[in-house]
């Protein structure tokens, strides 16, 4: 079964803090791709990283990191010092190979919610 | 980067009336192009893709006589939804991508809020 399991239906915090976002994702595919995507309340996605099955490494871009555990299929996002503007629906996506990479398999997406 | 327009953003429609939405890549030539569904507060379900001048493949459960998709053209494709009802009030969403995209990812549409009425 191919599937992407976001478990936080959402999070609430207060500007400043650090949040960490989860995805578990399952494929018997040995090449896929993973996304995160941000979709504002205007509802438009919002790519944020692409990340492919072999590199491993984790990745940091300004606030945004992402810590990619291909043992434990996860590929959680984590914010550093959140403000209120990342206040948005965050979704983990997959795509395999054997769809021909024509295919994004969402998670059910977790709303992040930050306070002033 | 890849510009997808989707057109309109939004549209209120009488039931059993057929509303149109068009997905068109700006700046590139979308060889294939998908259509998701998303209801208030849920994920994205993909109902559909287009490979330009071929036919839809259509994911399981959805109607193809009901959600009519044509992609014409490398730049266009559009989603005709026939005989609206209120339960196909849904957030719309085409996303484009191009053999030179395939390892890049995948271009979205800003979305198209339908509600029948």
């Known amino acids: 079964a191919q599937k992407v399991t976001q478990a936080q239906t959402e999070i609430s915090v207060v500007e400043k803090e650090d949040v960490t976002l989860d995805c578990v994702y399952e494929?018997?595919?040995?090449?896929?791709?993973l996304f995160w995507y941000k979709q504002p309340p205007s509802g438009e996605l919002v790519f944020l990283i692409r990340?492919?099955?072999?590199?491993?490494q984790n990745e940091i871009s300004g606030r945004y990191s992402w810590n990619f555990q291909k043992s434990t299929s996860s590929f959680n996002f984590t914010i550093t010092a959140s403000q209120v503007v990342d206040s948005a629906v965050y979704f983990c996506a997959l795509s395999p190979f054997s769809g021909g990479y024509n295919k994004l398999i969402f998670g059910a997406g977790t709303r992040l919610a930050v306070h002033p | 980067g890849a510009v997808v327009s989707q057109h309109p953003s939004w549209v209120i429609c009488k039931s059993g009336t057929s509303v149109k939405i068009e997905c068109r890549s700006l700046?590139?030539?979308?060889?294939?192009m998908f259509w998701y569904r998303q209801f208030p507060k849920q994920s994205l379900m993909l109902m559909a893709t287009?490979?330009?001048?071929?036919?839809?493949?259509?994911e399981q459960g959805v109607e193809k006589d009901k959600f009519l998709i044509n992609h014409a053209s490398l730049t266009l494709s559009t989603l005709t939804v026939t005989s609206a009802h209120p339960e196909d009030s849904s957030f719309y969403i085409c996303s484009a991508r191009t053999l030179e995209q395939a390892n890049y990812g995948y271009t979205f549409g800003s979305g198209t809020r339908l509600t029948v009425v």
């Open positions: 287009s490979n330009e001048g071929s036919k839809a493949t259509y």
């Open positions: 700046d590139f030539q979308a060889t294939t």
């Open positions: 990340r492919n099955s072999f590199d491993e």
């Open positions: 494929t018997r595919d040995t090449t896929y791709y």
